[in-house]
């Protein structure tokens, strides 16, 4: 596999196995810049946060399929292809100033900026190592890469440190390769500044550039939001020949997931981005706009980061750079980062179909943005259909506090379905670390996971599972229409390594009011017991005992970043001969017994359902019977078509009777 990299990057596109080449910077030294003093508040830009994304990469053996860059220091000249000389002194004199005080007191100066003593060399390869990364794929010697690098860059400004940012990593790359490497051919280059924050420092140092496409999806908040001010504006379109070329995204509020993002990237980015038609792309990629970020409030899953990242692949034959700007949840930042990653290598995301809908007012924002920018990219003239602008999702009226940034993460779930058993557990998962101390090794993957990952069981479903796309939300994070949130999905996202069908002699009911995941109605159950007169259809799902332990997890709204699994090697040894299992950690669930239902080809099969005594209360009309709701419904009918079990007579018949049939 050696030399012309155009040829090879669109055909390993289609190949479907094969690995295409994707650089990976990481360098230790870049931990050298950290706020001082552990006194009063933990630094959300800490050190930590690129360990994370590492030590994630490693474990999931996704770096190994990567080649691993050497980390670069940046020139001076290239520094000044963007900043003040001042600017560059400033930054290069932080090493010499000798103590904590003094630091502190020159970072005073700054907005929202901490230096330390290794700050200039961390610095120095943040942007250096940028460079490399670009100028790597420039040269076609790599078909993408991924510089994970702090600190982060979007806020500095020409002249000034500001946001956490010292030199601006990404615009320095940018101008290098448009100024200073014009013999390879980079002539016109898309920013994509998906960070929750606006990306001032670049907007500005392009303003005029025609070379250069500058696009941010940011939290806006009527101009209150961080860096706050009107820089961030939908009117702030470009100026001279610049015109036209800057384009901003500036969300009303929190809250915003995937299907914002998505229809951002479907009715503005892409269509723009067609016409444009870069020569390559590099991604500010912050991921503080994911689901559990302290600092953002918005929900994007990793799967969501997946499909933009993806969708930016069909330009520039797939030369994407990206760089990581913000993003304090350790957690959220390595998981979306490892989405990305996977995608870089495979050129294509987990296939999971969305079906959420954007707020309402994603679709105003869209469509002012449209307006604005139509006189310079006339495919964003024509009015969108009202088919599509009429499908939105109801905001949740939660409390936040003033500033808009500490705010609560919440789901984007209307109000009405925010149930206790749903919406409080799932909320209390995102739990943000904060504490640097632990071994993030540790931490990010527990020795459980591996020990479990080598054992394999039939997971037997008889509700929405039954459909493979759903049950798919499950292993790759997702959802699929009907749902009204994602699922996070499995840390092990290897498809099931079987799947047949069975029917058992066991009762299938519906009951309970409602679920946060489909609304009004109720859910699928199995009786625990046999019982010769009932059979119901079961599709087993032959995956790891990690992954069952995630599926475990997510059916009983717990969180799967735990240091024990749920359910271990020595509960399988039991539950072969006591027949069911009460899962202590998950009794608050309605799925937390676990049935033994016999074994396939020497594997157990086992389902998850309620336990007997929740029967007798469903029996009491304690817990209501219910019917299910269409969507629910629909999905089991499909589920059991798909899978060519019934006919579509034959299936709605059988969840009718199982819906209305007495217990
Ligand atoms: N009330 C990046 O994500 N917040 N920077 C200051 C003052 C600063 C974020 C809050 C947020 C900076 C790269
Ligand atoms: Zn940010």
Not at 50 to 60: E, R, V
């Amino acid at each position: 596999m050696e030399s012309n990299g155009e040829i090879e990057s669109s055909l390993s596109r289609s190949n479907g196995g094969e690995d295409r080449r994707v650089g990976l910077i990481f360098d230790e030294r870049m931990c050298k810049h950290y706020a001082p003093a552990p006194a009063e508040e933990h630094h959300p830009e800490c050190p930590d946060r690129i360990l994370a994304i590492w030590s994630l990469l490693n474990s999931s053996g996704l770096a190994k399929r990567c080649i691993i860059l050497k980390a670069k220091d940046v020139e001076d000249n290239h520094l000044a292809l963007v900043h003040t000389k001042k600017h560059i002194s400033l930054i290069k004199s932080i090493s010499s100033v000798n103590s904590e005080s003094k630091r502190s007191r020159l970072a005073a100066r700054f907005n929202s900026i901490y230096f330390s003593e290794g700050s200039t060399e961390a610095a120095s390869l943040a942007a250096g190592s940028v460079i490399e990364a670009a100028e790597k794929v420039a040269k076609g010697e790599l078909d993408s890469a991924f510089a994970i690098v702090r600190p982060p860059g979007h806020h500095a400004e020409e002249g000034e440190p500001m946001g956490f940012c010292l030199y601006n990593n990404v615009a320095i790359a940018t101008s290098y390769l448009l100024n200073e490497r014009r013999d390879l051919g980079i002539n016109k280059i898309l920013i994509v500044d998906w960070d929750v924050h606006h990306g001032n420092g670049t907007q500005k140092m392009f303003y005029k550039d025609p070379r250069v496409l500058f696009f941010s999806v940011h939290r806006y908040d009527s101009g209150t939001f961080y860096p706050s001010g009107h820089d961030g504006s939908y009117i702030m379109t470009g100026e001279d020949s610049g015109a036209g070329h800057n384009i901003n995204v500036p969300w009303e509020h929190g809250r915003c997931g995937d299907a914002d993002y998505l229809a951002v990237w479907d009715n503005i980015l892409i269509p723009v981005a067609k016409e444009f038609y870069p020569d390559m792309i590099i991604v500010s990629a912050g991921f503080d706009a994911a689901i559990g970020d302290p600092l953002g409030g918005c929900c994007i899953t990793p799967h969501g980061y997946s499909i933009m990242l993806d969708k930016l692949m069909e330009f520039a034959g797939g030369k994407i750079v990206m760089a990581l700007e913000g993003g304090y949840n350790l957690n959220s930042i390595a998981t979306s980062a490892r989405a990305c990653v996977d995608v870089l290598l495979h050129g294509k995301a987990p296939n999971v179909v969305s079906e959420a809908y954007p707020f309402a007012s994603t679709w105003r924002v869209i469509q002012e943005v449209r307006r604005e920018l139509s006189t310079y990219w006339p495919v964003l003239g024509g009015e969108l259909p009202e088919k599509t602008i009429n499908k939105t999702t109801q905001i949740a009226v939660l409390s936040s506090d003033s500033e808009g940034e500490t705010e609560d993460i919440v789901l984007a779930v209307p109000e009405e379905v925010l149930t206790i058993d749903d919406v409080i557990l799932p909320l209390s998962n995102l739990k943000i670390d904060l504490d640097s101390q632990v071994d993030q090794e540790a931490k990010m993957k527990p020795s459980w996971r591996s020990e479990l990952s080598k054992v394999d069981v039939w997971y037997a479903t008889y509700g929405s599972n039954m459909k493979m796309a759903r049950f798919r939300c499950y292993i790759e994070g997702g959802q699929i229409e009907g749902m009204r949130r994602p699922c996070v999905g499995s840390m092990d996202k290897s498809k099931p390594k079987g799947i047949i069908w069975k029917t058992f002699p066991h009762r299938l009911f519906f009951a309970r009011e409602r679920t946060a995941t489909w609304g009004p109605g109720g859910v699928a159950f199995l009786h625990p017991n046999s019982n010769a007169q009932e059979k119901a259809h079961l599709c087993l799902y032959k995956i790891t005992l990690e992954q069952f332990n995630d599926v475990l997890f997510q059916e009983n709204s717990l969180n799967l970043e735990t240091s024990h699994p749920l359910f271990d090697s020595a509960a399988l040894q039991t539950i072969q001969t006591e027949k069911s299992i009460s899962v202590e950690l998950v009794q608050g669930g309605w799925y937390h017994n676990l049935v033994y239902l016999g074994n396939e080809g020497g594997t157990p099969v086992l389902t998850m359902t309620c336990s007997l005594s929740d029967v007798d209360d469903f029996m009491s009309g304690k817990f209501p019977i219910n019917p299910p709701c269409k969507e629910y419904a629909n999905t089991l009918i499909t589920g059991l078509v798909e899978g060519e079990q019934l006919s579509e007579e034959e299936a709605s018949a059988y969840i009718q009777e199982a819906s209305s049939k007495p217990l």
